[in-house]
């Protein structure tokens, strides 16, 4: 990831960081060179990679994530309980058949953790079996914790970012759990004021 991010050259790197927890984590990283911040420490990517890599290269990391523990905590608790509702078998039933099926076709057409694989138009095909059953049966009920609910409050705080820098030639990496990538090329390909590059490119420079 170090060497990908190396050839990429972003200006601004958008992380799945809730806003209002990347000040303690950049503070506490400035001052030990550790993170222990408890939602910024469950990326690797970030801890081990992306915030010392700012010690070598001038990017400006972004949180965007709309996540809250609250959020989470309350979805949490609603799947629980509608996984235990005898009344909401068949709805789960279906979701779980759905997340099994999609699992099958990812292992099927390729690995599941091969970046090339991962950076692909079939791959989000793919993720969206069975996340869209998802989407379908639990979204309103999960509040801000649903499926489009919280990748909304991803992408608001992401096009904030592209708006502050519109036209300004600027490159930016987001770095999110590869589940929401389709949802927001979906989105991202809407705009006329954008290039998305394509990964493959990046990933042959560092082989």
Not at 23 to 37: D, H, P, S, Y
């Amino acid at each position: 990831l170090k060497k990908l991010i190396g050839v990429i050259k972003p200006d601004f790197i958008l992380t799945e960081i809730p806003p209002d927890r990347f000040e303690a984590a950049m503070a506490e990283f400035q001052k030990t060179g550790a993170i222990t911040e408890p939602r910024v420490r469950v990326f690797p990517e970030y801890v081990n990679v992306i915030f010392p890599l700012t010690r070598e290269m001038k990017f400006e990391i972004i949180p965007t994530a709309g996540w809250t523990k609250i959020m989470n905590d309350e979805r949490s608790r609603k799947l629980r309980a509608i996984s235990q509702d005898p009344a909401r078998k068949a709805d789960w039933a279906e979701y779980q058949a759905a997340e099994k099926r999609s699992d099958e076709m990812l292992k099927a057409a390729g690995n599941p953790n091969d970046p090339y694989f991962i950076h692909t138009d079939e791959y989000d095909r793919i993720q969206d079996v069975g996340l869209q059953v998802y989407n379908r049966l639990f979204n309103m009920e999960l509040g801000l914790g649903g499926w489009d609910n919280i990748n909304i409050a991803h992408y608001w705080n992401i096009e904030k970012a592209l708006e502050k820098y519109r036209y300004q030639g600027k490159r930016f990496l987001i770095t999110y759990g590869a589940g929401h990538k389709g949802w927001f090329i979906r989105e991202l390909r809407k705009r006329d004021d954008i290039k998305l590059l394509e990964m493959k490119p990046f990933l042959d420079k560092v082989k």
